[in-house]
């Protein structure tokens, strides 16, 4: 497919102009309302009892002086609560069949992180209800810990889970192509052990959740920050044991999700079952430090790469061996994580042979949960520092050792090796791009010999990924093969009233992704209309709001399925709209045009009619509507990525709905006294096809950086042996501020994607290889001293301990 510069969709007025969002106002004066602003009459407060061990069985917990404290209305712990309440959910019950373990939101006979909660008190206020907390007295009987993945799969290694008999609660391994006649043809083999770190997304609103059970109707109305309520709707309903119409689920503004939101279902069973007991609501919001110790980290994986390569830089195949560390439980959607790998499994590269055999293992740390980029960058920062150290043992550059392997833009659509269908691209051109606006390759080359000529430290990176969005769920096929799904979904409803004007509702779950703008914009090309005569609802309410089975906000989805649920919803109006036009127009259907809030004749715009006139007729006169035509102006689509298929019985299928393409290029100095660098030069290139708003579309690009920096250079979760979180707050969990954020250079190309109803492709997640890019460069400024970099965090002490290793030294203690 042609390539462009520039977003051109001819027939569009507000598709692809940079709108300012209609968010803003609301959101910038203060004036948003997230779940702690939230406040219902009669309404109490919960607070969670959290484990001081990383691992031991309880032997006793005492609530009685917790119960008699002035102003606490009731108590609860993991026993309790796992006699009233189900299991939480697992993704081996979409297949009927059993978890691995029970799992519960608060201890049950054992504790196996710290922070695990383990009783709860609710009470008239916060404040009564954390002193309560400290009147509770719990008996335990520590137990070793294991908090290194590695060690937790050795034979003999303290077991979780001792029903299971080992640690391991998933393993999967995958063959596609011909890996040993790759590996046999291969001129060299090159392996590496790697390393992601452990690091989270650090929102600004930390969880929270409000319960509200009505005795009268039987209803429970739970409000809360989730990214995909409609997703766990039913599996609530079954924790729960009440039927799924008497769960609502509603969402209003959140504070940033970045996939760890996913998460909050847990905490929300909890007081959903307390709300229940109460007939009150209940409204739990953990602090800043609760968040960090215990509420969602993202994977951690440790893999074994080996890369099949000809001495001319052609890669052949490859082999991984992973291993994802959870946590203290497997949850809801892991082990999902482990293989997401599939939807980018050859990245931009044309090798075709790769086997993956891929763990899921529990340790005594915080379970971990969807972070941006899930299970996507981890695989794509294993490949590209490989690309780099490829490239330095077969003495080719790294720009060329990509150039050599990319798939090839007359390739596409490209149909990967397991099934992926990558729909366009032109991936040497985005490369090229970044290189010129870093402001040019060769001269950074050459003055990288000028620096290490006077003792300086000048190292160039650069990395190409694919940024996969829109989730095919036939992707949980892949952890069993019963579960048959193939949704890549989402739903819309559009409404025109008496006065004209237009409604709309989606079943996503914005958190700064846009959604009322890029909405606006869509219907109102469809509807020849303004923006602001479009109002999209805020939030989501599973009474209300239309949704279907994969509903939600995740996965960089929007762009590649709510723009089907909304154009589809707005057709079928328009058609309608049409329809009536035509019967009062006397006019052929094909000759009527819809603008300015009219529809008139093709050519002869007096005669026509206003939108307006048109509603309230199918409103108040439908007996005067043509024959077939429904009263009202109102429609739906519940629309399915129409490449999304079921795996096949080679685990293959297209595991995603859009393909967009990412490189950065960034210059660093270093100083090998410190291990900091300074960022000369940095340069970041998408190609997401069409860009619905291109304002929004950088907003990404800028955020995505900030935050796949902060984990670059500073955010970590570091544990000791005992399982003890050593970075916990702020003061140690570093995160970066916005006067640490270089200046980027930011571009677009456009290669539109032929699948979607609009050309467009998600892209909320290219940052990713941030940790790749910052190491491909800090490894290319310590080419003197030999500084091979095999782990994603780069912060200052873990950079000098690269540089004295490589000196065979010891650090300064």
């Known amino acids: ?95 009927n069949k059993p978890a691995p373990f029970a799992d519960y939101p608060m201890a049950v006979g054992k504790v196996r992180y710290v922070g695990e909660p383990v009783a709860a008190v609710v009470a008239a206020d916060r404040y009564i209800a954390e002193d309560a907390l400290d009147l509770i007295e719990v008996e335990y009987d520590p137990l070793p810990a294991v908090t290194d993945v590695e060690e937790a799969i050795k034979p003999g290694a303290p077991l979780l889970f001792e029903e299971m008999g ?72 079954y924790c729960l044991r009440i039927p799924g119409n008497k769960l609502r689920m509603v969402i209003g503004d959140i504070g940033g999700g970045f996939g760890i939101k996913c998460a909050v279902y847990a905490n929300l069973m909890i007081i959903g079952h307390l709300s229940m007991r109460l007939g009150r609501p209940v409204k739990w919001i953990e602090d800043r430090r609760e968040h960090l110790l215990a509420s969602a980290h993202g994977t951690e994986r440790t893999g074994y790469v080996e890369v099949a390569v000809k001495n001319d830089g052609t890669i052949l195949g490859v082999k991984m061996k992973t291993y994802d560390n959870d946590g203290g439980y497997m949850r809801f959607p892991e082990p999902v994580g482990v293989i997401l790998w599939s939807h980018v499994v050859q990245s931009c590269y044309r090798f075709r042979n790769i086997l993956m055999d891929c763990h899921a293992v529990v340790t005594n740390k915080c379970p971990v949960t969807p972070n941006r980029g899930y299970g996507r960058m981890q695989h794509q920062f294993f490949l590209e520092r490989m690309m ?43 490369l090229q791009k970044a290189l010129e606006l870093i402001g040019g390759y060769e001269h950074w080359r050459e003055e990288q010999k000028k620096s290490r000529a006077e003792g ?47 409604t709309v509702a989606l079943g996503t779950v914005p958190q700064g992704q846009s959604h009322e703008t890029v909405s606006a914009q869509i219907v109102a090309d469809e509807l020849g209309l303004s923006p602001d005569e479009v109002t999209v609802l805020t939030g989501f309410d599973s009474a209300t709001h239309p949704y279907c089975g994969s509903s939600g906000t995740y996965a960089s989805r929007y762009a590649g399925t709510a723009t089907g649920a909304l154009k589809g919803a707005a057709q079928k109006l328009r058609d309608r709209i049409f329809k009536i036009a035509a019967h009062f127009l006397e006019a052929r259907f094909e000759d009527l045009e819809l603008s300015g809030g009219r529809v008139f ?41 129409p490449k999304a298929n079921q795996m096949d019985e080679k685990f293959r299928a297209n595991y995603a709905s859009t393909y967009a393409n990412v490189a950065h290029a960034i210059v660093v100095e270093l100083d090998v006294e410190t291990g900091q660098f300074k960022i000369l030069k940095y340069s970041v290139v998408h190609d997401a096809g069409n860009l619905i708003n291109p304002k929004v579309a950088d907003g990404q690009i800028h955020g995505g950086f900030a935050h796949s920096l902060g984990a670059t250079l500073y955010e970590e979760f570091v544990y000791n042996e005992d399982g003890q979180l050593l970075t916990s707050t702020f003061m140690d969990y570093l995160c970066p501020k916005a006067t640490e ?60 301990a690269m540089i004295w290793k490589a000196k065979g030294r010891e650090p300064a203690k």
């Open 388 to 430: 780099n150290i490829i490239g330095r043992e077969l003495k080719i550059d790294p720009v060329e050792i990509r150039l050599k392997n990319f798939i090839r833009p007359d390739e596409f659509p490209y149909e990967a090796t397991n099934g992926s269908l990558y729909d366009s691209g032109d991936y040497p051109a985005t």
């Open 166 to 237: 080992t640690n391991v609660t998933w393993h999967g391994t995958y063959s596609y192509g011909d890996p040993d006649k790759a590996f046999a043809e291969a001129d060299r083999i090159i392996k590496r052990r790697l390393y992601f770190h452990r690091y989270s997304s650090t929102p600004l609103e930390t969880f929270g959740g409000i319960a509200h059970f009505e005795r009268a109707t039987g209803m429970l109305t739970i409000r809360s920050n989730h990214q995909i309520p409609a997703m766990i709707h039913p599996f609530m309903a």
């Open 1 to 95: 497919m042609a390539i462009s510069e520039v977003d051109v969709r001819a027939h569009a007025k507000w598709i692809g102009t940079p709108v300012k969002r209609k968010e803003d106002p609301r959101l910038i004066t203060g004036q948003g309302c997230y779940v702690d602003d939230v406040k219902l009459p009669g309404m109490f407060h919960c607070a969670l009892l959290r484990s001081p061990h990383a691992h031991a069985r309880i032997k006793r917990v005492d609530l009685s002086k917790a119960k008699a404290y002035p102003g606490v209305a009731l108590t609860l712990t993991g026993e309790e609560l796992a006699q009233a309440t189900n299991s939480l959910p697992s993704v081996f019950s979409l297949g």
């Open 456 to 502: 300086r430290y000048l190292g160039i990176g650069v990395v190409t990924i694919m940024d996969s969005g829109a989730s095919n769920l036939g992707e949980m096929s892949m952890i069993d093969p019963d579960i048959r799904s193939s949704t890549a979904g989402e739903a819309a409803a559009i409404r025109i009233d008496a006065t004209g004007s237009v």
């Open 741 to 800: 954020i270089p200046q980027m250079e930011i571009g677009h190309l456009c290669s539109p994607s032929p699948f979607t109803p609009y050309g467009t492709k998600g892209m909320g997640e290219g940052s990713g290889p941030i940790p790749a890019l910052i190491g491909n460069a800090v490894e290319d400024a310590l080419t003197p001293l030999g500084v091979e970099v095999l782990g994603s965090n780069l912060s200052p002490q873990n950079i000098m």
């Open 601 to 641: 004749v093709r050519g002869v715009p007096q005669k026509g009619m206003a939108l307006r006139d048109i509603a309230a007729i199918s409103l108040y006169n439908p007996a005067a509507l043509p024959a077939g035509v429904e009263p009202g102006l109102e429609a739906s689509c519940n629309y399915n990525y």
